[in-house]
């Protein structure tokens, strides 16, 4: 059964600040690695997605990479903003039995400090 | 406007009183899910739907039931809910292109509690 890690729980920044925040896997036979925010109270939104074939994926400030072979995956994100504070999810399809179920990470709850 | 939507957005029932909580979009995707998020145990997927009458469980199926009669509507049906189903649901959906799909576009959620 796919497992999905995400750590650190939560992650506290000052503002301007560059963060990793990290996403490794148990099964490697995955279709696609998708990274969301979660604001409180809300639904998802979608970030990044990255393709089994693909290394990384870039959008504005954020930029998502994959390592398959290794079962992780890291999004950076570039001077952080007091707007950057939410739950930040990972979620892969695919691995163990079922081809595409989707499987969620329990999160990063950053903070961005003014 | 593209969305998913969910109805309702919130309900208060008793154990035992079937409910079905409503899920639409509008941008013709193939895949459709459904996921519950509980406090310490992240989001958890139901049941997934890859088309009109193909429907497969998730990590979570028990108690609950799934259809898709039709391409924009994917509605979760709790045909006795118990209080462990007190949750907060989300419906998702996306295109699937070849063997895989694109970025999910997930609903507002319904919180769901059962007394």
């Known amino acids: 059964k796919q497992e999905v890690t995400q750590i650190p729980a939560a992650l506290s920044v000052p503002e301007g600040e560059n963060l990793v925040l990290n996403c490794s896997f148990t099964?490697?036979?995955?279709?696609?690695l998708q990274w969301f925010r979660q604001d409180p109270g809300k639904g998802l939104t979608s970030l990044l997605l990255i393709q089994s074939s693909q290394r990384e994926q870039t959008s504005g400030r954020l930029n998502a990479s994959l390592d398959k072979s290794s079962g992780r995956s890291t999004l950076y994100i570039a001077a952080s903003q007091p707007g950057d504070s939410a739950t930040y999810l990972c979620a892969v399809t695919g691995g163990g039995a079922g081809s595409y179920q989707l499987t969620f990470g329990k999160g990063t709850k950053l903070s961005v400090i003014p | 406007e593209a969305q998913v939507t969910q109805n309702p957005r919130y309900l208060i029932t008793v154990t035992g009183k079937k409910l079905t909580v409503t899920c639409s979009q509008n941008m013709n995707h193939e895949y459709m899910s459904w996921y519950r998020q509980d406090p310490g145990l992240g989001l958890r997927q139901i049941y997934y739907s890859m088309n009109v009458e193909v429907t497969d469980k998730g990590d979570v199926p028990e108690g609950y039931k799934v259809s898709r009669k039709e391409k924009r509507n994917f509605p979760l049906i709790l045909e006795s809910p118990s209080p462990n189903q007190t949750s907060l649901y989300f419906c998702?959906?996306?295109?699937?292109?070849?063997?895989?799909?694109?970025?999910?576009?997930f609903g507002p959620g319904t919180r769901l509690t059962v007394l």
């Open positions: 998702a959906s996306s295109l699937l292109v070849g063997s895989s799909y694109n970025e999910q576009f």
């Open positions: 099964d490697s036979a995955i279709y696609n």
